[in-house]
């Protein structure tokens, strides 16, 4: 395939990221934070039930959590429907002049698209390697903490695991090219 298949392919996809660090600052601000205060309590609590050894993409989780996917890990991106279209049923629809141009289009359009994705990808990295060694040593310091605190601190943490590891394969792909 000419391009690799991205976990976060716009900047709209990184967004989700964001938001989890955002929440990540606001734990750290206020001790007594939990679910109830979250503007992403679902996608917390959707994160609650896997560990972060479970192989799944933070794209998925985090659709589950905010009911966008009705089974967790069955995520079918806007991308790929796309994607699909132009591979499998671009021929039906266009002549093959017309489907030429369409194509073409298409490969320039992801070439300018993951121009302006790859630096935020690598900066959204950084951010949330940084975020996750504060909510370590955070969730280190609050031993009596209440269990409902400390499940949304684990949460917390296994987001940002899934964000960061889908973040490094972007970066990896991207860097391999």
Do not use: C, H
Not at 10 to 18: A, G, H, R
Not at 72 to 100: C, H, K, T, Y
Request: proline share 3%; hydrophobic share 40%.
């Amino acid at each position: 395939m000419m391009f690799p298949d991205l976990n976060f392919t716009s900047i709209k996809t990184l967004q989700s990221v964001e938001e989890v660090i955002s929440e990540v600052d606001a734990a750290q601000r206020n001790p007594k934070r939990t679910f109830a205060d979250s503007k992403i309590a679902n996608v917390l609590r959707a994160a609650v039930q896997i560990s972060p050894e479970d192989y799944f993409t933070f794209r998925a989780v985090y659709a589950f959590g905010t009911g966008r996917s009705r089974k967790l890990g069955e995520l079918r991106q806007p991308e790929d429907i796309g994607r699909s279209l132009v591979a499998n049923e671009l021929w039906v629809m266009f002549a093959l002049f017309e489907g030429f141009f369409a194509v073409a289009g298409y490969l320039f359009y992801i070439t300018l698209r993951k121009k302006k994705v790859q630096p935020r990808t690598q900066e959204m990295y950084q951010r949330a390697l940084i975020k996750q060694e504060e909510l370590k040593k955070q969730a280190e310091s609050e031993t009596n903490a209440s269990p409902e605190r400390i499940d949304y601190l684990r949460s917390l943490d296994t987001l940002l695991s899934y964000a960061i590891r889908d973040l490094k394969q972007d970066i990896n792909m991207s860097s391999s090219r």
